[in-house]
Structures are given as C-alpha cells and as structure tokens.
C-alpha cells in the first residue's frame, strides 16, 4: 500500500492499525490482503464513513465495529474487543478508529494482557508519544488487569 491511512502502524505480522481510513485506503487495506477490519471509532467520529460496513464487506472482508466513546472506555469494551480478537486470530485485521488512539490502547491491553506480548512490542509510536500527556480515564484504562476485564460486565 503506497498510502497508508492516518498513525498507520503494523503491530503484528497480522495485525495493522491506523486511524480512519478513507473509501480508496479500505480498497487497498483489501487488496494487501486484509481480511477484517474491526472499527472501534464511534458512528458519528470525525472522518466516519457512514457505509463503512457495506463498503468493507462488499470486497469480501469481515466487519466488526466496537463504539468505544473517547471519553469513557469501559473493562467491558476490552472484554469484547479481546474476545473478538481471539476469535478472528487466524485472520490478517486491520483495527482502527479516528486517529489510532483508542486502537493503541486496546491493542497494547490485549495484546499484554491476553497475549503475552511485552510491552514494548505491544506499545505503537502514537501510544509512546501519547502516554507523556495521557488524560486519567486513559491512563486508567492502561492500568486494568486481566481480572478487571474479565469480571467486567458480571452483576454482583
């Protein structure tokens, strides 16, 4: 892909994140042989595209959207976007939101917390600059364990 979306970063061997990509970077996000895009900007994010879905799943990729509002990331966003992610493991995803903000920080909690992953492969350049000046409900959010995300969403 000659242009690459907004923070484009590769994490993984299969996974790529970026910040919202247009109609033509999803054409080529296809054509580099993706084969899910998971979206966890929200509907009405800047840049949205609003058939992002249909456009994603008419050249043949999966299409997941996870709304996480920028302000109030929840343990049980995670839970879902890690289950996700297990799920889809054996496909190539591409995981964005508007500016790769959100993606870094969950990409960096499922990959430490559920993968095994150590921090420094887990941590993407916009997270690097962006933990110096963090607000605290990301900060907080960084520091969930495993067993807070998973008890998340379980009346007590």
């Given amino acids: 892909m000659a242009d690459h979306p907004l923070n484009y970063h590769l994490l993984t061997e299969r996974v790529a994140t970026s910040g919202q990509p247009t109609e033509a970077e999803i054409h080529a996000i296809a054509d580099d042989g993706y084969t899910a895009v998971v979206n966890l900007a929200m509907h009405d994010s800047e840049n949205a595209l609003v058939n992002e879905g249909s456009l994603v799943a008419s050249l043949g990729l999966l299409y997941f ?36 903000a959100r993606v870094s920080a969950f990409m960096y909690q499922y990959l430490i917390l559920f993968r095994g992953v150590d921090g420094e492969s887990a941590t993407t350049p916009l997270l690097a600059k962006w933990r110096r000046r963090m607000d605290p409900v990301w900060a907080e959010f960084l520091e969930l364990t495993r067993e807070d995300v998973e008890a998340s969403g379980q009346e007590g």
Avoid: S, Y
Avoid at 67 to 91: C, N, Q, S, W, Y
């Fill in 65 to 100: 959207n996870i709304p996480v509002p920028f302000e109030e990331p929840e343990a049980r966003h995670l839970k879902l976007f890690a289950g996700l992610m297990d799920t889809i493991a054996d496909e190539r995803v591409w995981v964005h939101c508007a500016v790769n």
